[in-house]
């Protein structure tokens, strides 16, 4: 589990930032995470550290598997995680940006302005389309 671990999240294998990305700023970022990032123990092992995270709404999308997608009236749950550039750095690393998810700027419910991970066109999965699921797969 270790090896899993250190080989997607931290290993210079399998994964090279893509020349075309935007250099990231040196400066604090907050991030709307959705999926697995809302898992404290996941987040440690991804980023080194918790992100200060408070709850926050995405509204007007919807949660699809792994992905989101607009959808007026509804709204997703999740976390704002306020990170440094090192750190936005590691997430991209664990989302594969560039590969399979892109970052973009949304506004949430209570007007803050922050990155968010969607999943690029022709990277979803047969898994992608099931249903999140309602608990923590770690608590």
Do not use: C, K
Not at 98 to 122: C, F, H, K, M, S
């Amino acid at each position: 589990m270790a090896g899993w671990l250190w080989l997607t999240m931290l290993s210079p294998w399998f994964y090279d930032r893509p020349d075309d990305l935007d250099d990231i700023e040196q400066r604090i970022h907050q991030v709307f995470v959705y999926g697995t990032l809302r898992y404290a123990p996941v987040r440690l092992a991804v980023m080194g550290s918790f992100g200060s995270p408070e709850d926050a709404v995405l509204v007007g999308y919807q949660r699809n598997g792994l992905d989101l997608s607009s959808q007026p009236g509804s709204q997703v749950n999740g976390l704002l995680l306020t990170i440094d550039a090192a750190e936005l750095r590691r997430l991209d690393r664990y989302e594969r940006l560039g590969v399979r998810y892109d970052r973009r700027t949304i506004t949430l419910e209570d007007g803050t302005r922050a990155w968010v991970y969607l999943r690029r066109p022709g990277t979803r999965t047969a898994l992608a389309s099931y249903p999140a699921l309602p608990v923590a797969l770690v608590p």
